[in-house]
C-alpha cells in the first residue's frame, strides 16, 4: 500500500490526535533524491513532540545530511491512536521525509536518551515489521545501531541493537558512511562498525 496516499486519503489524519505529528513537511526539512544515496533513518523512540525538541537529534540529522551521499529521514513513534489505526491498515513504521518502510533502510540509529524508551524500541521494531533479536535479521534487514547517553549501560536491550555506539555521534559520521558504503555484506558491516572507536561489541557475530 502506498504510505501517502493511505495517510491522505483514509481519513486517518481525522480519526487521531495532533495529525501533524504524521506528515512531516515541515519548514526547513531536508528531502533529497533517494537515487544511490545510502538511506538512513534516525529514531527517536518516543513521540514527535518529545523527539524534535531534542538537540542531538537535530544535529545528528544535520549532520548525516551534510554527506552528499546520504539520505537520512526522522522516525518516530506513534501515539497509540495512530498505532492502531496502522496495525488496522497494514501499515508499517514509516519515515516523516518520504513516508518509506523503515524495514527498507539500510541503517536505523536509534537514539536512547532515557531507559524509559526500551520498551518502546521493542514496540517500534514490531511495527515496522523488522525482527525484534538482532539474531534473526537477515542480509535484508536494516542494521540497528543505538547511542546516547543509555548506551552506557546497553546490557537491558543488549539482544536487540546490533551496535552500540557511546560518545557524540556525529564523531563518527564519515566512519558509518564508509561502512555502509563499502561491498561488505551486512554481519561484515555489523564487525567494522565494532572495529570503530567508541563503538561496543555486544552479540555473537565476531
Not at 489505526?85 to 518509506?100: C, G, V
Not at 518502510?101 to 515496522?128: F, M, R
Not at 556525529?170 to 558509518?176: H, M
Amino acid at each position: 500500500m502506498n504510505i501517502g496516499k493511505w495517510l491522505f486519503s483514509s481519513g486517518v489524519l481525522h480519526r487521531v490526535r495532533k495529525p501533524a505529528r504524521y506528515i512531516g513537511g515541515e519548514y526547513n526539512d531536508i528531502i533529497k533524491n533517494s537515487r544511490n544515496k545510502i538511506r538512513i533513518g534516525l529514531m527517536f523512540p518516543d513521540l514527535y513532540e518529545v523527539g524534535m525538541s531534542h538537540t542531538g537529534f537535530q544535529i545528528l540529522f544535520h549532520s548525516f545530511n551534510s554527506k552528499e551521499n546520504v539520505f537520512a529521514e526522522r522516525i518516530f513513534l506513534p501515539w497509540k491512536d495512530m498505532i492502531s489505526e496502522m496495525e488496522k491498515a497494514n501499515i508499517p513504521l514509516y519515515t516523516l521525509e518520504t513516508y518509506t518502510p523503515v524495514k527498507n533502510l539500510d541503517l536505523i540509529g536509534i537514539t536512547l536518551q532515557y531507559e524509559l524508551s526500551y520498551t518502546n524500541i521493542v514496540h517500534a521494531l514490531k511495527l515496522a515489521e523488522i525482527p525484534v533479536f538482532s539474531k534473526d535479521r537477515v542480509e535484508t534487514d536494516p542494521i540497528i545501531i543505538a547511542g546516547g547517553p543509555s548506551a552506557s549501560n546497553p546490557e537491558p536491550i543488549a539482544d536487540f541493537i546490533d551496535a552500540f555506539y557511546n560518545g557524540d555521534g556525529e564523531v563518527v559520521v564519515d566512519d558509518i558512511i564508509n561502512i555502509l558504503s563499502s561491498n561488505l555484506n551486512r554481519e561484515e558491516k555489523i564487525k567494522k562498525l565494532h572495529e570503530t572507536r567508541d563503538f561496543m561489541y555486544q552479540n555473537t557475530i565476531i
